[in-house]
């Protein structure tokens, strides 16, 4: 008889998110298969943000419609160029108060990038995480993780390693078992690519304090 596939779990954490914790888990990457992960919000599903066939594998397991753009997770500041054509002054005054942090930037996309990724439009929606082992991830990876949540699209959230099992089973190739997530809310998204900036989801960080902190920038 036919034994059901198990989806492999590693337990892991940020004090033990050195490089050596969380290989498996970048091999997994770099052989273009994809992952649940623990963030500093919710779990997401990692895979390299580059590879084409990989983002498409995202879109699958999601159950996510085309059109909607995939965000990622970069290891610092200076990986912003892999991503961004162009990092708006505006942009650069909101990483420098809440990076690392749950606060999620959209910006003008890179022509390279692959189109899956986009979601047939032209910004890229990124942040440095206030996580630890997500910035060791891409940073072992060398490229941007992509950071949607780990569900089902439309479905509630999945908020530990047992319900992503349960619900994804062996969709993904490897989930990282930080326990239960740490947060109840989404990243805030604000969209940096225009002349204003512009919230487009109130997540961890309300308006107030976004605009408390930076008053001197142009807010719709």
Partial sequence: MLREKRV??????????LPEAIVPAVEVLRAGGVIAYPTETLYGLGADALNPDAVLRVYEIKGRHSRQALPVIVADREMLAQVASRIPPAAIRLAETFWPGPLTLVLPARRDLPAALLGGGDTIAVRVSGSLLCCELSRMLGRPVTATSANLSGEPDLRTAEEIEQ??????????????????RPSTVVDCSGEKLRILRVGVIPPEELKERVPDLDWT
């Fill in 8 to 17: 492999r779990r590693l337990v892991v954490s940020e004090a033990s998110a």
């Fill in 167 to 184: 619900v994804l089973g062996d969709r993904v190739d490897l989930i990282l078992d930080a326990g239960p997530a740490r947060g109840t």
